[in-house]
């Protein structure tokens, strides 16, 4: 069994086979999928998808740092509405991304501290994108640490060094398909660090894993995202599947 811990499975890039694809990444093990939320446009979606596999996905609810505007306070608004009205098992998906735009950039660590408080006192795990922002999320991270915080940092691309700067937060690392790509570093960090503190990702329906690098990533692949990261450990793929199964279970009560 593995648990997909990041996958937008309410994308519309799924309308048109989306039953059909969950169901083939049960059957390929994949029996439970997080579902990280974008912004106020994709609590909908998202959210019936999860009523519709209550068993299998499972909701987070937060503001994407590329959703972040001006409005960011109003925004967050309608998060804590939503903790209010339901059950989520994170916060996300939540961070800062200086990749594409800095314009907002004072925008996004106001909305990502104040999404972290809401993680603590909800008691709840955080997702954190980090996008060429790995020294502001840090640090934000690092002040707003007091034992109760803890989450993964999705999509993590550090290296070894990083990688034990996020151990040593009390995070997690989320290594999805990018660690079967030619040109990564992602296998010799995992070879170094270990699986200790190691969730495994899809991301879908982006960052396919070879061989469908660039056509339209789904849970199901997974196994291959796991495969590799065996060969990169030496672990067998059982192991694999049981440590980074019993992280994710234990990081987000599922």
């Not at 999404?115 to 980090?130: D, F, G, M, N, R």
């Not at 570093?185 to 879908?204: C, F, H, I, S």
Request: glycine share 8%.
């Amino acid at each position: 069994m593995l648990i997909d811990t990041h996958a937008h499975l309410y994308s519309e890039e799924f309308d048109p086979d989306r039953n059909e694809m969950i169901e083939r990444s049960i059957r390929n093990g994949i029996t439970k999928m997080i579902l990280p939320n974008i912004d106020e446009d994709s609590v909908n979606g998202m959210l019936c998808l999860s009523d519709q596999y209550p068993n299998n996905c499972f909701p987070m609810i937060g503001i994407h740092p590329t959703s972040v505007t001006t409005a960011y306070k109003s925004q967050i608004t309608q998060v804590e509405k939503w903790l209010s009205k339901r059950k989520f098992t994170g916060i996300g998906e939540i961070g800062i991304d200086l990749y594409w735009d800095k314009t907002y950039q004072k925008e996004q660590e106001d909305a990502f501290r104040i999404q972290l408080k809401i993680a603590k006192s909800e008691k709840l795990p955080v997702v954190i994108h980090v996008r060429d922002s790995f020294t502001e999320v840090f640090r934000i991270v690092d002040e707003e640490q007091n034992g109760q915080l803890k989450g993964v940092f999705h999509c993590f691309s550090g290296d070894a060094i990083d990688a034990r700067k996020v151990f040593g937060l009390g995070f997690h690392i989320g290594i999805g398909g990018v660690v079967t790509f030619k040109n990564t570093n992602l296998r010799e960090v995992l070879k170094e660090t270990g699986l200790e503190y190691v969730v495994l990702e899809t991301d879908a329906p982006y960052l396919a894993p070879v061989p469908y690098r660039g056509k339209r990533n789904e849970s199901s692949y997974l196994t291959l995202i796991a495969a590799r990261v065996s060969e990169a450990t030496g672990l067998s793929e059982e192991e694999v599947a049981r440590i980074t199964t019993e992280n994710a279970e234990r990081l987000f009560g599922i």
